[in-house]
């Protein structure tokens, strides 16, 4: 699974490989850790240099204190990445709208029909993929023109998966 991981303003690409490897930026590193008890508190090994870290989730970020110092750290997995990116592009007011797989993935259901008027932020899809559910969701108010896909097909990236007009 890759990452994107944000500390201090400085973005890492980060890359969890087989068990016990890491790919940060391109370099790999040895790494172990483990929760000591039932608290934020691990314990890492990073390339046999021992580390002990207190780790809090927040809501959008998670609080490292590492050696004294607090960091405040970004994580985003490539799915979220991904639906944020489409997420985030403009959708015109008019015309023909196509919604398509933001990953390969399992059409799970398709809540929509035919002709069917939608609102913006409705469920038009929902599609599994690296075993998690997502929800593509209309960009804005429309009618159904054309499903080309339905629960338990398979798709693959970029394929135009719904039409809105």
Not at 12 to 18: G, K, P, R
Not at 134 to 152: F, H, M, S, T, Y
């Amino acid at each position: 699974m890759r990452y994107e991981v944000t500390v201090d303003g400085h973005t890492y690409q980060v890359e969890i490989n087989e068990e016990g490897h890491i790919t940060i930026d391109g370099q790999t590193v040895e790494v172990d850790f483990a929760q000591i008890g039932n608290s934020g508190l691990y314990s890492l090994l990073v390339d046999n240099e021992s580390f002990e870290a207190l780790v809090e989730p927040r809501e959008n970020i998670w609080l490292v204190l590492l050696r004294g110092d607090l960091y405040e750290v970004d994580v985003v997995d490539e799915r979220v990445r991904l639906l944020r990116a489409r997420a985030s592009l403009t959708v015109p007011e008019s015309g023909e709208v196509t919604i398509r797989a933001p990953m390969p993935g399992l059409v799970v259901s398709v809540p929509v029909e035919m002709g069917q008027e939608v609102s913006k932020g409705d469920n038009l899809v929902i599609l599994e993929s690296m075993k998690m559910e997502n929800e593509l969701k209309a960009p804005r108010d429309g009618r159904i023109e054309r499903i080309n896909i339905k629960a338990g097909d398979s798709v693959e990236r970029d394929q135009i998966l719904v039409v809105i007009s």
